[in-house]
Nanobody, 120 residues
Framework: QVQLVESGGGLVQAGGSLRLSCAAS????????MGWYRQAPGKQRELVAI???????NYADFVKGRFTVSRDNAENTVYLQMNSLKPEDTAVYYC??????????????WGQGTQVTVSS
């Protein structure tokens, strides 16, 4: 099992910044992808940004140029730097980590979620 602990959410004014962190612990074989999703009230969970073990990234169009995903492989931690926040970025943000054992597909684990609220 892999446990994920998120931190860094909160309330910020439009145009402000926040940095989310997510630390993975437990039985970690090899973490392939690490990243972030979000879910606003009444909406489906959606991808925000994700980074593969080799460093390649995939961002949702609505955060390109504003958010940056990074990871510390030695610490099994993924970060999301969020700049120029907008009220529409308000959501619960979830960390996602894929743990892969040899010869098997990766298993995705989810963090507990952290609330990000952007006021206008």
């Amino acid at each position: 099992q892999v446990q994920l602990v998120e931190s860094g959410g909160g309330l910020v004014q439009a145009g402000g910044s926040l940095r989310l962190s997510c630390a993975a612990s437990g039985i970690i074989v090899r973490i392939s992808a690490m990243g972030w999703y979000r879910q606003a009230p009444g909406k489906q969970r959606e991808l925000v940004a994700i980074m593969a073990s080799g460093g390649s990234t995939n961002y949702a169009d609505f955060v390109k140029g504003r958010f940056t995903v990074s990871r510390d492989n030695a610490e099994n931690t993924v970060y999301l730097q969020m700049n120029s926040l907008k009220p529409e970025d308000t959501a619960v943000y979830y960390c996602a980590v894929d743990n892969k054992k040899p010869g098997a597909p990766p298993i995705r684990y989810w963090g507990q979620g952290t609330q990000v609220t952007v006021s206008s």
